[in-house]
């Protein structure tokens, strides 16, 4: 069973998005600030990371920053209210972040893009690339 852990201050985004993951079969672990969030990554090494950018202690850039220097496969997705456009969007692109998800999002196209990943990195490993 694949492994998301959701980092996300909102209760009712959090609730949502964990709704829609376990329907879909996922195993999820919420955590509820950056300083929660770095704390599973590292001991859980999630097979993906949903967060969003502004939250209490650190932020969605941090978190980034933090995964991809440590665990770098982990795929992190960011949902944010931010538009693509704005400048820490961009800053977390250049910290290697995998996606993006502007909210309100539409929750097929967040599973979606979830899927992706998993489909991906199986068709990858068929080929052992």
Do not use: C
């Not at 509820?32 to 502004?54: A, W």
Request: net charge negative.
């Amino acid at each position: 069973m694949k492994r998301i852990l959701l980092i996300e201050d909102d209760k009712i985004i959090i609730n949502i998005i964990d709704f829609l993951l376990k329907k879909e079969g996922y195993e999820t672990f919420i955590a509820r600030d950056g300083n929660e969030g770095i704390e599973k990554i590292f001991s859980l090494e999630p097979d993906l990371i949903i967060t969003d950018i502004m939250m209490p202690y650190r932020s969605g850039l941090e978190i980034t920053a933090f995964s991809k220097k440590n665990y770098p496969n982990i795929p992190v997705i960011i949902v944010s209210a931010l538009g693509k456009e704005e400048q820490t969007v961009i800053e977390a692109f250049k910290l290697g972040v995998d996606d993006f998800v502007t909210k309100p999002f539409n929750p097929t196209e967040l599973i979606l893009r979830v899927k992706r990943f998993f489909i991906e990195k199986e068709t990858l490993s068929l080929y052992h690339i």
